[in-house]
């Protein structure tokens, strides 16, 4: 990780010149010239220009991790609220069950939620979902909380090294979904623990050596209570 | 409208003491509301404003979704306590007009492309007028916008330049649009310069016309100055915490 100077830019900032160096996400080019189309982080990566966003709605792409909390059922699909700027489809044939036709309120229901796979997004934008992967199922139990989508990565840390952290000294059951949301279950104790890390790093999402302190505040926490 | 009311005096200066091309002061701060998902306060002389921008969501009702882009939902509303006496309240004539040229002027930035049938809401609330409030609640949407995260070609800008006492001045206040000759309000681009929204009350002859433009368009430029500065000191913080 560089320890350049993070940036703050906003909508129409001039960034670079197209000719040396690449329009990347978050960017339009007019003119030839890089222009930033949201407010966010500067980001350079071999030769591309991004902006990572701080905030807005979560941006679906076709393999996300998401939860989802159930709309709508009608006679052979779901429509699944996803964070997304439109509701998730999510169809009888992409359920583990054996699903009669006009029965799918047996087994999702109107304020339902679900972990789910995104299958895939077309170019109008519709969403399909699945439930047909490994650790996707109903939740029953737990808690689950809104972070911006934008942060999702620090919670998870590289390679998921902030979200092992927080099991290990949590004992909780945690699953991040892209889209924001987080699902917290364990005993009372733990749980508040991590909300309260998780707004942490929230807070401090942009700075650096956050794991590392993490760590130290987990096992500083840990060490009061025994 | 003739008064004999002298809205500029024999030094040059206007009823409230700004010189012609004196824009009165503003103020402006990002992400002051919860719930929204951006928003913007502003101040801008006697003007009063708050913008909220919720969205890109689903349009409601089907019929208006768009299987290309986004719409842009403005509301520009004013509430009953802006005005002396009272406004009676909801949508009459003039507001319906004034949030149809701003969505108008907002759908030419916003990036709708990216959102095919979604919609983008955009409430601007009129808390305490004294004119130029169709300015003052662009602006602030410019900022509203940008407080979302939407993406965006550019923060818009908006500015009045008018005539008064046969003069050409920025940023008509309240007894110089009740008593003048011309009101100019106009809506740019800041950075390619492009008009969004242009509209003209009263009579200007075309060289007046080209001043009151210009003028307007220089007033433009340093509220979103104003504009880029409020975004900026609001989000500056998330860097600091180390």
């Known amino acids: 990780m560089s320890e350049e100077k993070r940036e703050i830019v906003i909508p129409s900032q001039f960034l670079g010149d197209a000719k040396t160096d690449k329009a990347g996400r978050g960017t339009f080019i007019e003119d030839g010239k890089i222009y930033s189309e949201r407010l966010g982080v500067l980001n350079k990566n071999s030769g591309y220009i991004n902006v990572i966003p701080l905030k807005g709605r979560y941006d679906p ?8 909390i159930v709309e709508e059922a009608s006679t052979s699909s779901w429509l699944v609220d996803i964070n997304a700027p439109y509701p998730a489809l999510l169809h009888v044939n992409e359920v583990p069950w054996d699903v009669d036709f006009g029965e799918t309120e047996k087994y999702l229901k109107h304020g339902d939620s679900i972990m789910a796979k995104i299958l895939q997004v077309d170019v109008s934008k519709k969403i399909q979902i699945t439930l047909k992967d490994h650790n996707l199922y109903k939740i029953k139990g737990g808690h689950i909380i809104y972070v911006e989508p934008s942060k999702v990565p620090r919670v998870i840390g590289k390679k998921g090294s902030m979200i092992s952290l927080l099991k290990k000294y949590t004992r909780c059951r945690i699953f991040v979904g892209q889209n924001g949301r987080i699902w ?7 749980i508040a623990k991590v909300l309260h890390t998780i707004r942490k790093i929230e807070d401090e999402a942009l700075s650096y050596g956050l794991t590392d302190r993490i760590e130290n505040l987990l096992k500083k926490d840990a060490k009061d209570v025994r | 409208m003739k008064s004999d009311i002298k809205l500029i005096d024999s030094h040059g200066k206007r009823l409230d003491g700004r010189k012609p091309d004196e824009l009165r002061k503003i103020k402006i701060e990002a992400g002051v509301l919860h719930r929204a998902d951006g928003s913007c306060y502003l101040e801008w002389g006697g003007n009063k404003v708050l913008a909220a921008v919720y969205g890109p969501r689903e349009a409601i009702p089907k019929h208006t979704q768009n299987p290309l882009k986004a719409i842009v939902n403005a509301r520009y509303n004013m509430a009953a306590f802006s005005v002396e006496d009272r406004k009676r309240p909801g949508p009459d004539r003039r507001s319906r007009e004034i949030s149809k040229v701003i969505s108008e002027a907002l759908e030419k930035i916003v990036l709708t492309e990216k959102f095919p049938r979604a919609a983008i809401d955009v409430n601007i609330e009129v808390l305490d007028a004294e004119a130029g409030t169709r300015c003052a609640g662009l602006t602030a949407a410019g900022v509203a916008l940008a407080d979302a995260g939407i993406p965006m070609r550019d923060i818009p800008v908006a500015c009045a330049a008018g005539k008064i006492d046969g003069q050409v001045v920025l940023d008509l206040g309240k007894e110089e649009d009740n008593f003048g000759d011309a009101d100019l309000p106009v809506a740019i681009s800041p950075r390619t310069g492009e008009i969004l929204l242009l509209q003209m009350d009263g009579h200007l002859t075309l060289k007046e016309f080209d001043k009151a433009l210009d003028m307007a368009t220089n007033g433009c430029n340093i509220v ?17 915490v180390e």
């Open chain 1, 61 to 68: 792409v076709e393999g996300d991790f998401v939860i989802g």
């Open chain 1, 184 to 190: 917290i279950d364990g005993d009372d104790e733990g």
């Open chain 2, 224 to 240: 979103s100055d104003l504009q880029k500065k409020a975004i900026m000191d609001k989000y500056k913080s998330v860097l600091e």
